[in-house]
């Protein structure tokens, strides 16, 4: 499986779309689910999942190093990291009530494996909470321009795939809310955030990006975690949202 992990730093560009997954997977837990978070990369979700629960949580993933960094920064009770492989779980069958797996099944074509493990593990009415590129828009041509996606899903083809492992499969997308409201500043805010991320601005330091943006339109340049929200229409899903959220029961 190849590396496109989320660096640890709240500014980065994609760090509030990543916290708001989690978020809605905390939202999705109940006291003393023992949750895995595989490809769980530096760690950061799997500790916030860990605060929600009792139940123990066991962040893995396929990199030594990153374990080993997940170690040194998140410490808790009932928190724990291993080095595991997604498509051959170390776990008895029927020991998670939870299972996340946030942008994962298309770094390897191992992913009908992967599938099979994340239900064997999963405890009977558990759940599986998933997240992966919605390719309609992330690649509509059918040419996957991400050098680390070994594949990328539409939305049939992907509820096709669960369904077939699991008793229900729901299908939500993720798409950034900020310019939803149509104003003259909310237009301006777009047409700013759009050169301050183009290739040679962006090369300016954020804080200077940043401070210029809060104080002209009041919000951060980068998107934080209640700019996202989840839309439950195909329809609207297809064609607007970049992600691909599934809400899976064994």
Not at 83 to 91: E, I, V, Y
Not at 102 to 131: D, V
Not at 181 to 186: A, E, G
Request: hydrophobic share 35%.
């Amino acid at each position: 499986m190849s590396s496109e992990r989320q660096l640890l730093e709240s500014e980065g560009r994609w760090w509030g779309e990543h916290q708001h997954r989690y978020n809605e997977a905390i939202k999705r837990l109940k006291p003393g689910d023992i949750v895995l978070d595989i490809a769980c990369g530096t760690g950061f979700g799997t500790a916030a999942l860990a605060a929600a629960t009792s139940g123990k949580v066991i962040g893995g993933d396929i990199s030594e190093e990153a374990i080993t960094e997940c170690k040194e920064n998140w410490v808790k009770a009932n928190l724990d990291f291993q080095a595991m492989d997604g498509t051959a779980l170390p776990f008895d069958d029927n020991h998670f009530d939870v299972i996340v797996s946030f942008e994962t099944i298309e770094h390897t074509t191992s992913y009908p494996a992967m599938l099979k493990e994340f239900a064997r593990t999963l405890k009977p009415g558990g759940q599986l909470i998933l997240s992966t590129p919605n390719a309609a828009i992330t690649s509509p041509d059918g040419k996957i321009g991400n050098p680390y996606h070994t594949q990328e899903f539409r939305y049939a083809e992907l509820k096709k795939i669960l369904e077939g492992v699991f008793s229900e499969a729901s299908l939500l997308g993720q798409r950034n809310k900020r310019y939803d409201k149509r104003s003259f500043k909310m237009l301006t805010g777009k047409l700013f955030e759009s050169l301050f991320l183009s290739m040679g601005i962006r090369k300016l330091p954020y804080s200077f990006r940043n401070s210029i943006m809060k104080s002209l339109f009041g919000y951060t340049l980068y998107p934080v975690p209640d700019d996202f929200i989840l839309e439950a229409s195909e329809e609207v899903i297809t064609p607007t949202c970049p992600v691909l959220f599934a809400i899976c029961k064994k």
